[in-house]
Structure formats: structure tokens, C-alpha cells
């Protein structure tokens, strides 16, 4: 069993930066592929970017693509979502979530896991 706790949300006006960080407890976080969701009212939920076991492969979605950065630190158990140039689109909460598959998954019937989210807002 994995739990995932996210944190780093906020409100940040248009073109700002902004960290999520998702801790993990579970000694075999290592092992998963993990992903960032977002969700808005009334909208299905969305992939974000995702990152491999080791860190070497990652993907993004095209919206996002340029502007945020998955990363993870194993020792830490943490997965990272850095985010630049935020857009007023870019308002959802976020979710972390971890996958038992090695490849890097990117729907979300593909995780096991999920956080309970971080609400981010991007307004001036």
C-alpha cells in the first residue's frame, strides 16, 4: 500500500512559478511510475506529466510541455511538479498518483495510487 500527500498549492498570478511537491510513504516508491493529474469542475481529469521508476523518462502533455518539469528524489520518496509560466487555464487541483507499471503511463486507469490533490489558482 502506498499513501500520497501533496502539498505546494497555491495562488499565483498569471506567468508564475509555483513547486508541487507528493510525499509518499511506502518503501517500494521506488519501484512505481508516477504521474500528475489535474481536475476542474464539471471536467474529466486530466494528464499532466508522468515520470519512470529511475527518474531517466518522463512525459508531458502537450498543454503543459515547455513549462513544467517532473522530477523525483527516491531517497526522499518525493515526486516533484515544478511549474513556469503559469496560465489561468492552468487552474485545477492537482493529484499525484503512483502506477506498478515500469512503463510511463499516462491515463489514469493506468494508477494505482492517488493523492487527495492541491488546489492550484493562477489569477490576477
Known amino acids: 500500500q502506498v499513501q500520497l500527500v501533496e502539498s505546494g498549492g497555491g495562488v499565483v498570478q498569471p506567468g508564475g512559478s509555483l513547486r508541487l511537491s507528493c510525499a509518499a510513504s511506502g518503501r517500494t516508491f521506488s519501484s512505481y511510475t508516477m504521474g500528475w493529474f489535474r481536475q476542474t469542475p464539471g471536467k474529466e481529469r486530466e494528464f499532466v506529466a508522468a515520470i519512470s521508476w529511475s527518474g531517466d523518462r518522463t512525459d508531458y502533455a502537450y498543454s503543459v510541455k515547455g513549462r513544467f518539469t517532473i522530477s523525483r528524489d527516491n531517497a526522499k520518496n518525493t515526486v516533484y511538479l515544478q511549474m513556469h509560466s503559469l496560465k489561468p487555464e492552468d487552474t485545477a487541483v492537482y493529484h499525484c498518483?503512483?502506477?506498478?507499471?515500469?512503463?510511463?503511463?499516462?491515463?489514469?486507469?493506468?494508477?494505482?495510487?492517488w493523492g487527495q490533490g492541491t488546489q492550484v489558482t493562477v489569477s490576477s
Open positions: 498518483a503512483g502506477s506498478q507499471t515500469i512503463m510511463v503511463v499516462t491515463t489514469e486507469y493506468e494508477y494505482d495510487y
